[in-house]
């Protein structure tokens, strides 16, 4: 039989009979045949939404793999494909924290936070997400504006009233910038394109054909040069702001220094 074969009767076992196709994949990696222990494993399993029936580090690898290209997506595993997701964006809202207990009423940290990315056209998209035990290390710290990148499991369920919810549940986590670093970081890149731009303009301004063209271009470059103004000004601002508190503070210190010079000189005019 080839692996495709195999694989059409494997997925058909766990199908038929999905607690028997656990304890025997259980069995074979593990090496146990007590049939009543594989039945305490199982119900353990299906207790447990951190507990991977294969190790997590395969989808690690997997997603590697898909990264550098390596793996194609045929039509038999479209459905993972679609269950796996990458997401990159940046934070909404605050992560809750809460506590749970398993079956054994060991206690488990879950951090729910929302994601909103964008699409191939542009458009925002809200992701909710779960990270459970060891995986909620990382995001249970995430701040409102922080980007993430995210590798996780879609899952998607439907209440009672037959609205469709969707969450993913996280399998790694990385915070790519912090809120406050992708403020400063995005003002000194727009900053570095204004200085391209205008030395562009100014290049072009050399080769210009006409006085009209020259003119138009001379109209851009002073538009940029006011934007880059208003960018470096704000930060000179700042410096400026700190250095006029520091004037002050040294005005009040010589103030209060003359203050007793005064004092002496009244005092003299009273003995007189």
């Known amino acids: 039989m080839d692996y495709k074969t195999i694989r059409d009767r494997i997925e058909d076992m766990a199908k038929d009979n999905h607690k028997d196709f656990v304890k025997a994949v259980i069995s074979i990696e593990k090496g146990i045949n007590d049939e009543s222990a594989l039945d305490k494993l199982y119900d353990a399993y299906m207790a447990n939404d951190t507990i991977n029936l294969l190790h997590e580090d395969f989808d690690y690898m997997i997603e590697d793999l898909r990264e550098q290209g390596q793996i194609k997506d045929l039509p038999y595993v479209q459905q993972e494909k679609d269950d796996l997701v990458n997401i990159v964006g940046n934070v909404v809202g605050n992560v809750d924290v809460i506590e749970r207990e398993n079956k054994y009423g060991e206690a ?85 394109k204004l200085k391209s731009k205008i030395e562009e303009r100014e290049k072009d301004l050399f080769y210009a054909d006409s006085w009209e063209q020259s003119g138009q271009i001379r109209a851009d470059i002073e538009k940029m040069k006011a934007k880059l103004n208003t960018l470096t000004g704000s930060e000179k601002g700042k410096e400026n702001d700190k250095k006029s508190i520091l004037g002050a503070i ?9 203050k007793p010079k005064v004092k002496q000189e009244s005092s003299k005019e009273t003995e007189r």
């Open 108 to 192: 488990f940290k879950v951090a729910n936070f929302s994601v909103v990315s964008k699409d191939d056209k542009g458009n925002k998209v809200y992701h909710n997400c779960s990270a459970y035990g060891e995986k909620s290390d990382i995001p249970k710290d995430f701040k409102q504006g922080d980007f993430v990148k995210l590798f996780g499991q879609l899952r998607t369920s439907i209440d009672d009233n037959g609205k469709e919810h969707s969450n993913v549940r996280i399998l790694s986590s990385k915070l790519l910038k912090a809120k406050e670093q992708m403020k400063g970081q995005d003002k000194s890149q727009e900053i570095a």
């Open 250 to 258: 040294k005005e009040y210190q010589a103030e209060d220094k003359e």
